[in-house]
């Protein structure tokens, strides 16, 4: 996309005066064998390489991404984290969600336009699969950028936790009866920019935006930059009024786009530091709080001066981002007419196994993708028991919904929205307790995100407008609290839904798979509330949450059900 020695300025520059054009991406899904911290294994990588590279565009261009799985021995898929896809549903990438989960050997086009400017990412959205490598940066320019003019370069930085197992064998062992405590897998490594040599060349007399993204399968991140003021200017892709903060806290899957003054008081090599938040509530001293991985980098403005000054901090106290204030100054969204109201909390299945559920309910994947489902059930799409126990919650065209998430356990979990980015009206401290009922104090400019950290034993409460036809995912975007089903699904405007079709590779995936495409939950065209053949019960073995192979399709190579 960018030529190396062009800088990003002058690409914003050209941006400017460019019309709307098609990016195109052509991805084969490989096995990779890497050692981003010095330990090797196989990761997954697109065309042979990883990291996995950027998609990079203009606002309100059309992205191609043609997918060719090959991998071999297991399915894949991606999602692009944060992007809307209004007018392009089917284009989301959830496995049995949006599509079916795409085979080894077989292709799928995505196409969507990016109408939304700001810092995004993809990931596979299938098995528990990226934090086994499969997720990258997209990032949309905006070419009236409310704060062109203020900074001068762009500098992307991803971080992660990283694993030494494989996500399948991670997550075989975390769903056993045995886990009664639902203890997750817990990182080996911390990453920067999939590796851990990530230093920035720093020109003093420069400011620098940078695009920070969170990759992570369960850690937040803490971030803190020697002698350096974080200006923020955006939260997922968000515009917000610039605030200053010392400290941030980004949570999976989140986004933080800041500006970095460089400052001419000395020649300097300047640290910074990620700490990796594994904690259950990092504010909770009784809880035991340490910090197990952090990862130093350095602010190069003079290669030949040392590097070897350590960022440290006494105490971290992140700033609050539910109080930073939306760009445009807007108010929340007035009158709703439907609340959804999510009780977290852990839960175990009738055979025993850690789940996690929302309202006593955890989330079992069906024989038929939610959205074939609402496309192929006529009017009675709009009837919540065609889908299952995908904890569907069904909303009317262009009503105002609040999400209210009561997190009654002592963990944070980062909420993540398809579809919309949501207006945080409210998300207190750790032990406040369950949403009261009343709807008062709220953020008067509510900050828009895609994702929001909740804490331990507190709510959050989120508006937006049911102006997305689809059927968008609600879920933890702890990749593991995701595989013991902590998911709900807004089935959104489904009478505009009734008889949407298809692309033909999409189809085509589904009938390489074995996969029923029509009809409800399981595949039943004639009576649509006749819930016999729908799933029940939580598998009891892993084969990745969104997919059961077919007895016929387990004889692929490396494939062991
Ligand atoms: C992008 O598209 C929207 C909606 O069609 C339009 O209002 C806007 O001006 C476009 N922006 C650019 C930079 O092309
Ligand atoms: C740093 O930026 C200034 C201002 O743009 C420029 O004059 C100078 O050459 C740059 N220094 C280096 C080392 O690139
Ligand atoms: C990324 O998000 C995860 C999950 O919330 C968090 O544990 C981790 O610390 C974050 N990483 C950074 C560098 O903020
Ligand atoms: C990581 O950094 C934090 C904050 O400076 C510090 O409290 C902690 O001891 C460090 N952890 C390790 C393993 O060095
Ligand atoms: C969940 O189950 C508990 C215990 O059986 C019950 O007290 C609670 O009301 C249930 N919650 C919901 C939202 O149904
Ligand atoms: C801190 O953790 C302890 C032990 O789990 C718990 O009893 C207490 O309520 C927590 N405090 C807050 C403010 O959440
Ligand atoms: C669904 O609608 C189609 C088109 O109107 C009709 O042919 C079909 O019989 C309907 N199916 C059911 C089960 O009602
Ligand atoms: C559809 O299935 C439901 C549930 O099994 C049953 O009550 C109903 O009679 C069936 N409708 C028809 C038309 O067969
Ligand atoms: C799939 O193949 C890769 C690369 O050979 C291997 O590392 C991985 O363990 C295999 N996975 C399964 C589930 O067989
Ligand atoms: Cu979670």
Redesign the pocket.
């Known amino acids: 996309m960018l030529p190396s020695g062009v800088s990003s300025f002058a690409f914003l520059s050209l941006a400017a005066i460019a ?2 054009a098609t990016v195109s991406y052509n991805w084969d899904v490989t096995w990779v064998w890497a050692s981003p911290d010095g330990f090797g294994r196989p990761v997954i990588g697109i065309n042979g390489q990883w990291p996995c590279p950027k998609i990079e565009a ?3 261009d059309t992205v191609i991404v043609n997918l060719n799985n090959q991998l071999g021995n297991q399915t894949s898929g991606l999602h692009f984290h944060g992007i809307n896809q209004v007018n392009s549903p089917e284009m989301d990438g959830p496995s049995g969600v949006t599509q079916c989960p795409v085979p080894p050997g077989s292709s799928v086009q995505y196409q969507f336009t990016v ?1 939304t400017p700001g810092t995004f990412w993809y990931h596979s959205h299938n098995l528990g699969q990226y934090p086994d490598g499969l997720r990258g940066p997209l990032i949309v320019h ?3 950028d409310p704060y062109a003019g203020q900074y001068d370069e762009e500098v992307v930085m991803t971080v992660s936790d990283w694993y030494h197992t494989q996500s399948l064998d991670l997550m075989r062992n975390m769903l056993v009866t045995t886990n009664t405590r639902f203890i997750p897998p817990f990182p080996d490594a911390i990453l920067v920019n999939e590796g851990q040599n990530a230093n920035i060349a720093f020109n003093k007399s420069k400011t620098y935006r940078i695009r920070l993204i969170n990759f992570s399968a369960l850690a937040s991140a803490m971030i803190h930059f020697d002698s350096h003021t974080m200006h923020v200017i955006a939260t997922d892709a968000g515009y917000i009024q610039k605030e200053s903060s010392y400290q941030l806290r980004i949570s999976a899957a989140q986004r933080y786009d800041f500006l970095l003054q460089g400052s001419t008081r000395d020649n300097r090599n300047y640290p910074y530091l990620f700490s990796l938040d594994t904690n259950r509530d990092f504010k909770n001293a009784s809880l035991g709080v340490t910090w197990p991985h952090n990862y130093t980098g350095y602010l190069v403005t003079d290669s030949s001066k040392p590097m070897n000054t350590i960022d440290q901090v006494s105490e971290w106290k992140p700033q609050d981002d539910s109080h930073f204030k939306n760009y445009e100054g807007q108010g929340p969204l007035a009158n709703y007419a439907q609340l959804i109201k999510l009780d977290f909390k852990f839960c175990r299945d009738v055979n025993g196994y850690p789940r996690a559920c929302f309202n006593n309910l955890t989330y079992i994947d069906q024989k038929v993708p939610t959205l074939y489902t609402a496309a192929t059930t006529n009017d009675s799409n709009t009837n919540p028991v065609v889908y299952g126990q995908v904890n569907p919650f069904v909303v009317k065209y262009n009503d105002v919904i609040q999400i209210v998430v009561n997190n009654l356990d002592a963990a944070s979990h980062p909420f993540h929205l398809h579809g919309h980015h949501f207006q945080v009206l409210d998300r207190p401290k750790s032990g406040t307790g369950t949403w009261p009922g009343r709807d008062t104090n709220y953020a008067k400019t509510p900050v828009r995100r895609d994702t929001i950290n909740v804490n331990p034993h507190s709510y959050a409460v989120l508006r937006f407008k049911a102006d997305n036809p689809g059927t968008w995912l609600f879920h933890c975007h702890i990749e593991w609290h995701v595989e013991m089903g902590l998911t709900a699904t807004i089935i959104e405007a489904p009478e505009k839904l009734q008889g949407m079709t298809f692309p033909a590779d999409h189809i085509q995936a589904c009938k390489a798979g074995g996969i029923p495409y029509q009809g409800n939950a399981a595949g039943n065209t004639q009576n649509f509330t006749d819930t016999s053949g729908f799933i029940t019960v939580p598998p009891t073995t892993y084969e990745g949450a969104q997919y059961t192979a077919p007895a016929n399709k387990r004889n692929i190579p490396g494939w062991s059900p």
């Open positions: 019309k709307a203009n606002l309100n109408d905006n070419p009236n």
